[in-house]
């Protein structure tokens, strides 16, 4: 239960915040303030200051689901940092979203720290592939001013860098930078944007990355920034870093679970990258390349870093080792070509998936072979590894540290890439125990002019693992979002993220006057599942809806269609509308915005990712047009094998998960229009199924309540 200590805490901050900030007090933030101290102010504790497991099961996890406008930062931040401060735990705040993660960290927090009377130290917590290594700079330096690329940059054919003058200047500059102390390394401090190819030479992972044995490790800008998480009550994550974290055990980046209060914002995004993390894929060609490579550098490896020990032992095992999983890879080519079929009617190249997750007999006896080869090679990759480790810690090493440090990246990513592989091909050797099955396919993807195969698989669900990594391991949780209701209930967030069934769910109102807004759903509105003629009828209707002044977004289901509308349009038409993909998002809504400003009218034209994050307030935004109901493509692989595992159990796939899916992208798209208390507008709804399907009723129903004009 919440002590009143702890309320009086709470209360006493958020009166001064709002002081401070001259503002009032919302209904739904202090609902959702109250959800959330009640819920992480309520965990037994045990002696040790430790969650007790056997008094709070599930209940230590709390779910709220906040309108736009609620105020979910101040919300959270109000409610769990007095108590993580009263518990004595880290506050780890985790976003989806760079842009969120920044607004956080340079916004928000500074804010709360000048008005609500809490003292507190905060960090931004990143992954490496954000900062510099410098180590990879200046061995990058080195050979770039030498007769060329060595084996070190070099791990196989498909992979050499390929630095202009323009690239040269750039790492050249960041020497300069550094060693004034102008730049600090991270990667988003630098003045201009870095291209990813440029970047991807002098940053690093966790198995290239020598740690605290690396002789730059004292100016390492990863290592600075890690620090300082050690010494702060608030650390602001993303999702992918927090999902890294725990895959390597939880602990290694961030704070341990156990000692952490998170904080998920964006929460409906968790489940999507935890599939991401969680699934494993490997390409044929690609993988026979590198073997191939990485037999022909061996040799030097071990003549420059050779200890006559250990390491050259496990070294001179590994050519027999290449060699045999080489040719097993070059058996499962025309295996691949026989079992799969990669063209539908149209002659398109796609992917092709294993009904059931079931992999032919064949293909998995080869998958056991190749597991048995990957398997021994990751076990001597890894002596290897511990060898080279134990070397650069000692001052009486024979072998020069400067080749060490040139090498061991290489070996790093040998054990990576060897440890992969093995994931992937267990994986395939294998048959699912458990009731969830794992979805399994084959891509065909671009290889220098050609083809390769890369073979993949995935949960079909993280909500076990999220509930094993953090839902059990964690003292506390917060999952927040606009969006984590799906027909007005959470069983799709609970399906999907594994949160237990007793946690605490709230669904917190948003303070806007939805009646300032018309939803309509035209008579002339077709239905979109006849494509051409669907399309014929958008094309018709765009120009009246669109003749008012002010800014417009027109949201579509796929690219096609977009652009086949885009096209069939008047040029006077054509002239007004913004196009995704004619520049980059930030441009568009520059000139969007710019064209608004000026009195004119402008319509942007989007897919997806324009349905969810973006913020147009007040004249940018009057009209919102969503041509269809936002069905998934049915071609994904994982919510295929998702549909036919549930069909199999006798459920209703369409029911229970894609109606539910499109709802929720529904009732996101909807959210464009109304941003601020004093907007207004039109939200209209070109296809019909809203109205003549039996699932349009509750789709409309999970709706917030907007002026209705169904005609």
Not at 299 to 319: F, N, T, Y
């Amino acid at each position: 239960m919440l002590s009143e200590k702890d309320k009086e805490s709470i209360q006493t901050a958020y009166r001064q915040f709002l002081n401070g900030r001259e503002l009032k007090a919302r209904y739904g933030q202090k609902l959702m303030i109250a959800a959330i101290a009640r819920s992480i102010g309520g965990i037994q504790r045990n002696g040790a200051g430790e969650r007790d497991h056997g008094k709070t099961d599930g209940e230590h996890v709390c779910v709220v689901e906040a309108g736009t406008g609620t105020g979910k930062t101040v919300s959270y931040l109000l409610a769990a940092i007095p108590l993580a401060i009263a518990h004595d735990k880290t506050l780890v705040v985790s976003t989806a979203t760079v842009a969120l993660q920044e607004q956080i960290i340079y916004k928000d927090l500074p804010e709360l720290i000048r008005h609500s009377g809490l003292k507190f130290e905060v960090s931004l917590a990143k992954g490496r592939g954000r900062y510099l290594c410098l180590s990879k700079l200046d061995q990058l330096l080195t050979e770039l001013t030498s007769s060329g690329v060595g084996a070190s940059m070099a791990l196989y054919e498909d992979e050499k860098p390929q630095v202009d003058e323009t690239g040269v200047k750039l790492y050249r500059e960041m020497a300069d930078q550094l060693a004034t102390g102008s730049w600090d390394g991270d990667r988003d401090n630098w003045p201009e944007t870095i291209d990813g190819k440029d970047w991807s030479l002098i940053t690093t992972d966790h198995r290239q990355c020598s740690g605290r044995r690396c002789p730059h490790v004292s100016s390492c800008s990863f290592f600075r920034a890690r620090e300082s998480l050690g010494k702060s009550r608030v650390i602001v994550a993303n999702h992918d870093l927090l999902l890294a974290d725990l895959a390597l055990g939880g602990g290694a980046i961030l704070p341990p679970p156990e000692e952490s209060i998170y904080v998920l914002d964006e929460a409906h995004h968790l489940p999507d990258k935890a599939l991401n993390h969680f699934a494993h894929h490997s390409r044929v060609g690609a993988t026979t390349g590198w073997l191939d490579q990485a037999n022909k550098n061996l040799g030097q490896l071990l003549s420059e870093i050779g200890d006559g020990g250990e390491l050259e032992r496990a070294g001179e095992d590994l050519p027999a080792l290449f060699t045999a999983a080489k040719q097993k890879l070059e058996m499962a080519w025309p295996l691949l070509e026989d079992l799969c079929e990669f063209e539908d009617e149209r002659g398109r190249s796609q992917r092709h998936r294993f009904e059931g997750g079931v992999v032919p007999e064949s293909l998995m006896q080869l998958a056991d072979q190749l597991r048995e080869d990957f398997d021994e090679m990751e076990a001597l990759l890894g002596k290897m590894v511990q060898c080279a480790q134990r070397m650069l810690e000692d001052a009486h090493s024979p072998v020069p540290v400067v080749d060490l440090e040139r090498w061991y990246p290489v070996l790093g990513s040998w054990h990576g890439r060897a440890e992969g592989n093995l994931e992937l091909w267990a994986n395939y050797s294998r048959a699912d125990e458990g009731s969830v099955p794992q979805a399994r396919w084959v891509t065909l993807v671009d290889w220098g002019g050609s083809f390769d195969f890369e073979v993949c698989s995935s949960p079909i669900l993280a909500g076990k693992t999220l509930e094993y990594s953090l839902w059990r391991r964690c003292y506390g949780a917060v999952l927040t979002s606009a969006t984590l209701t799906a027909l007005g209930r959470f069983d799709r967030l609970k399906m999907r993220a594994g949160t237990p069934d007793n946690a605490s769910y709230e669904v917190v109102p948003s303070p806007f006057d939805f009646s300032r807004a018309e939803l309509r759903v035209p008579r002339d509105a077709v239905e979109a599942n006849n494509a051409d003629l669907h399309t014929d009828a958008v094309i018709e209707a765009l120009p009246a809806l669109l003749d008012s002044p002010g800014g417009s977004l027109v949201l579509f289901a796929s690219r096609r269609q977009m652009e086949t509308v885009y096209e069939s349009l008047p040029g006077t038409w054509r002239n007004r509308i913004l196009m995704q993909g004619q520049q980059s998002r930030q441009q568009l809504l520059e000139s969007h915005k710019t064209s608004v400003d000026s009195g004119g009218h402008s319509v942007l034209f989007g897919l997806a990712s324009f349905a969810e994050g973006l913020d147009l307030p007040g004249d940018y935004c009057r009209h919102v047009v969503i041509a269809k109901l936002p069905f998934a493509v049915p071609d994904d692989p994982i919510e295929a094998a998702l549909a036919e595992w549930i069909e199999a159990k006798g459920g209703n796939a369409f029911m229970q998960v894609t109606v539910p899916d499109a709802a929720l992208k529904l009732v996101q798209a909807c959210g464009r229009l109304l941003r601020t208390e004093s907007d207004s507008g039109t939200i209209t709804l070109l296809d019909r199924r809203i109205v003549t399907k039996r699932y349009g009723r509750a789709m409309l129903d999970s709706l917030p309540p907007f002026r209705r004009n169904i005609e």
